[in-house]
């Protein structure tokens, strides 16, 4: 049984109150017949299963293992320059740049980087082309291009990888508080902006007044991110151009995720359509929950069937979905199909 459907535990529950209280417009009655025969047993469960699915009864039986579904939908990439995701950080005015460009190899970890003179598609696509053809033995353009919904990346950069890379597939997020889908470039700039701030901290602290450089600093930065071992013991640079014989760290699955794979990973994806229950974050009413709160939506119908990128040596890539209105992305884990 999934985890997000309902458990054979709280079903026998609600079949064993049923089955106590009796009594008129219950169905009680019905449902002893249908279980004293062992038989029809497995077929009861099964219809009373689909029933609930449909009432709120059922929802409130209903769980989401959120930190399980929020797991499986990572990035399981080993194939160098496979995927890479992009985005810009923004920082202090340094002569003619205020931001910059960062892109980084999904399954190595390796990162560059080109100064931004502002946060235009043109300037983005001049910095990304730079950066493609700065070392043809490190970051080469990928196969997919994973970036967020930023004007930055509309238009003239859209152009480019189009007209310049035609192999490769520019894949913007669907909804702008998806943070997933470029979440190794943003990972990316919350380290390089942390080295960066700490030698600008230094160099006031040393030389007195506000420094605000960080252009002649950016490549240092860089190259130090990209010597940093990975955890085993290989680091993103050698792994890229092939040296030492350094492989692509794996990436280590939780007993949980495990069998949800296996569960789940031959089966049909859901189909566009098809009813389901999304989890809520917070009441309707706002404030916090209570215990008996229904943490789950009224059936919903899901309006979009993503395929996920395909490896051939990736361990697990779950379809995603988008339910209702909402352009958020769910995975199978996060969904309580209503039968």
Same mark, same amino acid.
């Given at each position: 049984m999934a985890d997000s459907d309902i458990s054979?535990?709280?079903?026998?529950?609600?079949?064993?109150?049923?089955?106590?209280?009796?009594?008129?417009?219950t169905g009680a009655s019905g449902l002893q017949?249908?279980?004293?025969?062992?038989?029809?047993?497995?077929?009861a469960i099964d219809r009373i299963r689909k029933w609930l699915s449909r009432r709120e009864v059922?929802?409130?039986?209903?769980? &989401? *293992?959120?930190?399980?579904?929020?797991? !499986? /939908? $990572?990035?399981?990439?080993?194939?160098?320059?496979?995927?890479?995701?992009?985005?810009?950080?923004?920082m202090p005015q340094d002569g003619a740049s205020r931001s910059m460009l960062v892109v980084r190899d999904v399954a190595t970890r390796f990162t560059d980087a080109e100064p931004l003179a502002d946060k235009t598609a043109r300037e983005a696509a001049i910095a990304l082309e730079k950066i493609y053809s700065r070392n043809p033995r490190r970051l080469k353009p990928p196969r997919v291009l994973n970036v967020d919904r930023g004007t930055e990346f509309a238009g003239d950069f859209a152009n480019v990888i189009a007209n310049n890379y035609p192999r490769t597939e520019l894949r913007v997020a669907k909804d702008t508080g998806d943070h997933k889908h470029a979440s190794a470039a943003e990972a990316a700039n919350r380290t390089i902006a942390r080295r960066l701030f700490a030698y600008q901290h230094e160099?006031?602290?040393?030389?007195?007044? &506000? *420094?605000?450089?960080?252009?002649?600093? !950016? /490549? $240092?930065?860089?190259?130090r991110m990209n010597r940093t071992e990975n955890e085993d013991g290989h680091q993103p640079e050698d792994i890229l151009t092939g040296r030492k014989n350094a492989t692509v760290s794996v990436k280590k699955l939780s007993a949980a995720a495990r069998k949800w794979i296996a569960n789940e990973r031959d089966?049909?994806?859901?189909?566009?359509?098809?009813?389901?229950?999304?989890?809520?974050f917070r009441p309707a009413d706002g404030g916090r929950w209570r215990a008996t709160d229904l943490r789950l939506s009224s059936p919903r119908r899901i309006t979009g069937v993503f395929a996920p990128i395909q490896h051939a040596d990736a361990a697990y890539a779950p379809w995603e979905y988008t339910v209702g209105d909402s352009s958020r992305l769910w995975t199978r884990a996060h969904l309580v199909v209503v039968e």
């Open positions: 054979d535990a709280a079903l026998e529950r609600a079949l064993g109150r049923i089955w106590r209280e009796g009594g008129a417009g017949k249908m279980l004293k025969s062992d038989t029809r047993r497995k077929v059922g929802a409130r039986l209903s769980r &989401v *293992n959120m930190r399980l579904a929020d797991s !499986l /939908r $990572t990035f399981d990439v080993r194939t160098p320059n496979a995927l890479h995701h992009a985005d810009t950080l923004t160099a006031e602290q040393a030389r007195g007044g &506000v *420094n605000r450089a960080w252009k002649t600093r !950016l /490549r $240092t930065v860089l190259n089966k049909a994806p859901l189909k566009q359509g098809q009813m389901v229950r999304v989890p809520l």
